[in-house]
């Protein structure tokens, strides 16, 4: 059974930080691929990061600089983080984890991040 578990959500003021987990389980998925999304109230899912094939990261624009992902294989789960730092208002979204396998897009149920003052 197929399983991705956020975790790490909050209410936090503008300027602190968050860090988000990710936990994938239950079929071989590798963190090549992985990636963070967010919807906000109203608007579409995006991409927030993301750990490319090759292994490099990418980022939106709006959060180059502030937020790093990163993440592990372990045994039978990999896990998946966001460190997100000077967080700001408008980061204020719902915070997806992306596990694509086999042509497949696998994800979580949202972490709710919430920054205001």
């Known amino acids: 059974q197929v399983q991705l578990v956020e975790s790490g959500g909050g209410l936090v003021q503008p300027g602190e930080s968050l860090r988000l987990s990710c936990a994938a389980s239950?079929?071989?998925?590798?963190?090549?691929?992985m990636g963070w999304y967010r919807q906000a109230p109203g608007k579409q899912r995006e991409l927030v990061a993301a750990?490319?094939?090759?292994?490099?990261?990418?980022?939106a624009d709006s959060v180059k600089g502030r937020f790093t992902i990163s993440g592990v294989n372990a045994k039978n789960t990999v896990f998946l983080y966001l460190q997100m730092n000077s967080l700001k208002p408008e980061d204020t979204a719902v915070y997806y984890c992306?596990?694509?396998?086999?042509?497949?897009?696998?994800w979580g149920q949202g972490t709710q991040v919430t920054v205001s003052s």
């Open positions: 992306n596990a694509p396998m086999g042509g497949v897009d696998y």
């Open positions: 239950g079929s071989i998925f590798s963190l090549y691929g």
């Open positions: 750990i490319t094939s090759r292994g490099s990261t990418n980022y």
